[in-house]
């Protein structure tokens, strides 16, 4: 069974960045669609950011383009999103999570599309 696990979230100032991380186990992340989502305090559980590494294609949401990149690391099994010019409103616990890649169509962003989830790791940036 996959198994999805969650690193390198913390306290930041606004303006600076942070680099999460995402081990995967129990499967090789090339063969899912490998997504980020968040969830602030008293909102509901948002999609940031995915990847799709054959046929590679990603995909942000608005809120995040030009600021956040994923990324994978084939030799690793690890997804990785590196966050800059972080905002007091990216705070949130971040989430990893992986779909099984049955077609090269267009990525998940939805929360019920995605079938495996870490248990997350908390952002908080200061304003």
């Known amino acids: 069974q996959v198994q999805l696990t969650e690193s390198g979230g913390g306290l930041v100032q606004a303006g600076g960045s942070l680099r999460l991380s995402c081990a995967v186990s129990g499967g090789t992340f090339s063969r899912y669609y490998m997504a980020w989502f968040r969830q602030a305090p008293g909102k509901e559980r948002e999609f940031v950011a995915a990847i799709r590494w054959i046929g590679y294609s990603t995909n942000y949401a608005d809120s995040v383009k030009g600021r956040f990149t994923i990324s994978g690391d084939g030799a690793k099994n690890m997804v990785y999103l590196q966050m800059d010019s972080l905002k007091p409103e990216d705070t949130a616990v971040y989430y990893c999570?992986?779909?099984?890649?049955?077609?090269?169509?267009?990525?998940?962003?939805?929360?019920?599309?995605?079938?495996?989830w870490g248990q997350g790791t908390q952002v908080t940036v200061s304003s």
């Open positions: 999570a992986a779909d099984p890649l049955v077609t090269l169509g267009t990525i998940p962003t939805k929360i019920y599309e995605y079938d495996y």
